[in-house]
């Protein structure tokens, strides 16, 4: 069963700021397979990235996605208000056929 | 536009059975994809509860897999799921979705399930 985890548990940036998050699979991931969501407090998960690396529809450009085999990154280049949220990564397998992290927090310093 | 909706309970009692139907709009559960239950305890992380196929085939969570059951209903364009022998751990916000491989797009909106006496 893979699982991942996400570091840091909470990230402290001013609206600006470059966001850098992590997420480490505990072994390999197709990057197919591999996606990240943004939660906002009341609200479903939203698809930011696909695919590692393919950004949802109507996702802005400044967030991107990185990585491969057991390693993954999601950067968001220029932290905008409306970003300040937790955000999770997701793997797609057999068995299980989803696994999340734990997620991390962006929040405002 | 695929839309869900969730609808059930929104108290059970502990070591009851929790039952949720989830109703999608816009796309025929008959023409593909995965469709399945995640779950949200407050303030916690997500979990996948279990998924099913349009042709019925199931797959859930080793951790839950004892407790759960998942079924279609192509002709009211549906799908439900019911955990068994609850307890306060399940208390949660549970989301139906379609799955894909490439991501989780459509989310219903969710439902607070508490489990209480």
């Known amino acids: 069963e893979i699982v991942l985890t996400q570091s840091p548990g909470t990230l402290s940036l001013s609206p600006g700021e470059r966001a850098t998050l992590s997420c480490r699979a505990s072994?390999?991931?197709?990057?197919?397979?591999l996606a990240w969501y943004q939660q906002k407090p009341g609200q479903a998960p939203r698809l930011l990235i696909y695919?590692?690396?393919s950004r949802a529809t109507g996702i802005p450009d400044r967030f991107s996605g990185s990585g491969s085999g057991t390693d993954f990154t999601l950067t968001i280049s220029r932290l905008e208000p409306e970003d300040f949220a937790v955000y999770y990564c997701?793997?797609?397998?057999?068995?299980?056929?989803?696994?999340f992290g734990g997620g991390t927090k962006v929040e405002i310093k | 536009q695929v839309q869900l909706q969730e609808s059930g309970p929104g108290l059970v009692k502990p070591s009851e059975t929790l039952s949720l139907t989830c109703a999608v709009s816009?796309?025929?559960?008959?023409?593909?994809?995965?469709w399945g239950w995640i779950r949200q305890p407050p303030g916690k992380g997500l979990e996948w509860i279990g998924s099913?196929?349009?042709?019925?085939?199931?797959y859930y969570n080793p951790s839950l897999k004892s407790r759960v059951t998942i079924s279609v209903d192509t002709s009211k364009n549906q799908f439900s799921l019911k955990l068994s022998s609850v307890t306060a751990a399940d208390t949660a916000v549970y989301y139906c979705?379609?799955?894909?491989?490439?991501?989780?797009?459509?989310w219903g909106q969710g439902t607070l399930v508490t489990v209480s006496s």
């Open positions: 979705a379609r799955v894909a491989a490439m991501g989780v797009y459509y």
């Open positions: 816009g796309y025929s559960i008959s023409s593909g994809y995965y």
């Open positions: 099913i196929y349009h042709s019925g085939s199931t």
């Open positions: 072994q390999s991931v197709s990057s197919s397979y």
């Open positions: 695919g590692a690396s």
């Open positions: 997701q793997q797609y397998g057999s068995s299980p056929l989803l696994t």
